[in-house]
T-cell receptor, first 115, second 113 residues
Framework: KAGVTQTPRYLIKTRGQQVTLSCSPISGHRSVSWYQQTPGQGLQFLFE???????NKGNFPGRFSGRQFSNSRSEMNVSTLELGDSALYLC??????????????FGNGTRLTVT | QQQVKQSPQSLIVQKGGISIINCAYE??????FPWYQQFPGKGPALLIAIRPDVSEKKEGRFTISFNKSAKQFSLHIMDSQPGDSATYFC????????????FGTGTRLTIIP
């Protein structure tokens, strides 16, 4: 079974630009979550989607947004990029919120560098 | 506000020794406590998890000890091996859900021969 796939693996953008990251969950998984990982702040929850609806949102500014498609694939978008947005963005999938035994499976992330 | 505090930040253990990583949480609503292992260039992978109705869970060389009254939990790695060298994260969530995890800051574990 293929794991969580994130594209692209690496991205370099300049301040003020916007970026879209993509995530394909494990087949059959309907819940997708996004996390930001930085050396200073560690792993921080961005948001979670299930059945194309955002269920939870972390403490990030409105520049960070996401969506989920009917096939459970998800995208996250960051507008007006700032230097501090440089991070590893991780996507994770699970069967869904009602399946409490379903662990989170993480992808290998997209490394975003803002210059 | 950091709701899950993890220590130590880094740890060096000799091969065959016991590695111990500690975490403390503040939110008493947390009811699911997983540990993740992350290798360079990879995403975190679930290692072992515990719920507060048990005080200990063991899977192979990995054991979680949980102290509900002290709001602390720890990971013990027995017979540590060089392949265990990685960064370990504790985490917590509420409502038995695991989609919205609050992570500790991580421990970089190095096992030396």
């Amino acid at each position: 079974k293929a794991g969580v796939t994130q594209t692209p693996r690496y991205l370099i953008k300049t301040r003020g630009q916007q970026v879209t990251l993509s995530c394909s969950p494990i087949s059959g998984h309907r819940s997708v979550s996004w996390y930001q990982q930085t050396p200073g702040q560690g792993l921080q929850f961005l948001f979670e989607y299930f059945s194309e609806t955002q269920r939870n949102k972390g403490n990030f500014p409105g520049r960070f947004s996401g969506r989920q498609f009917s096939n459970s694939r998800s995208e996250m978008n960051v507008s007006t990029l700032e230097l501090g947005d440089s991070a590893l963005y991780l996507c994770a999938s699970s069967l869904g919120p009602r399946d409490r035994a379903s662990p989170l499976h993480f992808g290998n992330g997209t490394r975003l560098t803002v210059t | 506000q950091q709701q899950v505090k993890q220590s130590p930040q880094s740890l060096i253990v000799q091969k065959g020794g016991i590695s111990i990583i500690n975490c403390a949480y503040e939110n008493t609503a947390f009811d699911y406590f997983p540990w993740y292992q992350q290798f360079p260039g990879k995403g975190p992978a679930l290692l072992i998890a515990i719920r507060p109705d048990v005080s200990e869970k063991k899977e192979g060389r990995f054991t979680i000890s949980f102290n509900k009254s002290a709001k602390q939990f720890s990971l013990h790695i027995m017979d540590s091996q060089p392949g265990d060298s990685a960064t370990y994260f504790c985490a917590a969530s509420r409502d038995f859900g695991n989609e919205k995890l609050t992570f500790g800051t991580g421990t970089r574990l190095t096992i030396i021969p």
